[in-house]
Nanobody, 120 residues
């Protein structure tokens, strides 16, 4: 079965940390760019970070220095390490095999998301 599954979300206090996982089954994630996106209630979806198949990385300005995206080809996964979390980081986080959500077609893969809530 071809799918992309996110995990690792949860409820953390401001300043806390989480590591999100984006795990693929049925295809190799290593040959695709992988983007992490988030959508908060009442807001549009925004790209958080993306890692290209050649290793190039881009971050949203508001998370640069706090979030780290990385690949684990041995486990066919991409991670998003999130530190110093802020209430504004609260959202549903999803991963996809492209750096632009608007570019996704049925030939791409994306998951259902994992909820991150930052609150005291």
């Amino acid at each position: 079965q071809v799918q992309l599954v996110e995990s690792g979300g949860g409820l953390v206090p401001p300043g806390g940390s989480l590591r999100l996982s984006c795990a693929a089954t049925g295809f190799s994630l290593a040959i695709h760019p992988v983007g992490w996106f988030r959508q908060a209630p009442g807001k549009g979806r925004e790209r958080v970070a993306c890692i290209a198949h050649d290793g190039n990385i881009i971050y949203r300005a508001s998370v640069r220095g706090r979030f780290t995206i990385s690949r684990d080809n041995a486990n066919n996964a991409v991670y998003l390490e999130m530190n110093n979390l802020k209430p504004d980081d609260t959202a549903l986080y999803s991963c996809a095999t492209d750096c632009e959500w608007a570019a996704l077609t049925p030939h791409h893969h994306w998951g259902q998301g994992t909820q991150v809530t930052v609150s005291s």
